[in-house]
């Protein structure tokens, strides 16, 4: 994992700051540094971007607080967050079931597919079947047998794997960039993979040799969008962040931003 100086989160959080739009209060929002477009990534300036960087700048402006952004590793977002040591996190986290056993999610900002990825030159027949729990569609478990399949740790995609392909070996990574730079050094046989993060690569020359297989058909374990979490049972925070995203669908800022990141519109 990449490391950034702190001083990166606290020039967003002045930024934010700076406005004069803010009230006395201040939530702390947990952040990661590791590149993950074009949810988020800290360019060659030194300055974050992506739509999850313009949204909690938009986000706190709207919920009328300060935001001091407290920057971890992925993994460590949602125990930091039941540790109380920020108050809400941001990073591409899917809604599912599972997760909200420990935390609470605002309403989705976005929702994003899940990708099946390996060499253009594995001729290997992916297919799909009726999962037995009757949930639909998924990866046929014999299509894989035996195979390496790379995840990043703690996602949904790690818990697909788990759930539904248990004759492959799931290989953890911290994070998405680490997954994608074992399958191009032969340590993996594929990747399963959001397919906004995927789909960069794929068009870069390290990805030529690369392809999607399967466009994993959606379901519970992948969850229901994309959203921030706060701390369980926290209400006021929730009802706040809610009420801010709500203010930003309705003057179409959300959709300026998902236009911009992740369709390329101007």
Request: overall charge negative; proline content about 4%; some cysteine.
């Amino acid at each position: 994992m990449r490391t950034f100086k702190s001083a990166l989160f606290a020039g967003i959080a002045l930024t934010l700051a700076a406005s004069g739009a803010f009230a006395e209060d201040t939530l702390r929002l947990g952040m990661t540094p590791e590149p993950y477009m074009p949810f988020t990534q800290v360019n060659a300036g030194g300055e974050w971007e992506g739509l999850e960087a313009d949204l909690s700048r938009a986000l706190c402006e709207k919920m009328a607080v300060k935001c001091d952004i407290n920057q971890m590793a992925w993994d460590g977002l949602i125990p930091s967050l039941k540790e109380n040591k920020v108050d809400f996190i941001i990073g591409a986290f899917s809604i599912t079931d599972e997760r909200r056993k420990v935390v609470d999610f605002s309403t989705p900002y976005y929702t994003e597919g899940t990708s099946f990825v390996g060499a253009k030159s594995d001729t290997s027949e992916i297919k799909t079947v009726d999962a037995a729990d009757g949930t639909g569609q998924i990866i046929d478990p014999a299509s894989v047998e035996g195979k390496i399949i790379g995840v990043q740790t703690s996602s949904v995609q790690s818990a697909y794997v788990a759930k539904y392909l248990p004759g492959a070996e799931a290989k953890s990574y911290d994070t998405a960039d680490n997954s994608v730079a074992d399958l191009v050094a032969g340590r993996v046989d594929y990747v399963l993979i959001p397919d906004l993060y995927i789909q960069t690569f794929l068009k870069s020359p390290d990805g030529a040799d690369y392809e999607v297989k399967v466009e994993v058909p959606k379901n519970a374990v992948l969850g229901e969008g994309v959203a921030y979490a706060v701390r369980k049972g926290d209400a006021a925070t929730l009802e706040k962040v809610n009420a801010g995203l709500a203010a930003l669908e309705k003057d179409g800022q959300v959709k300026t931003l998902v236009d911009k990141w992740i369709f390329g519109k101007k």
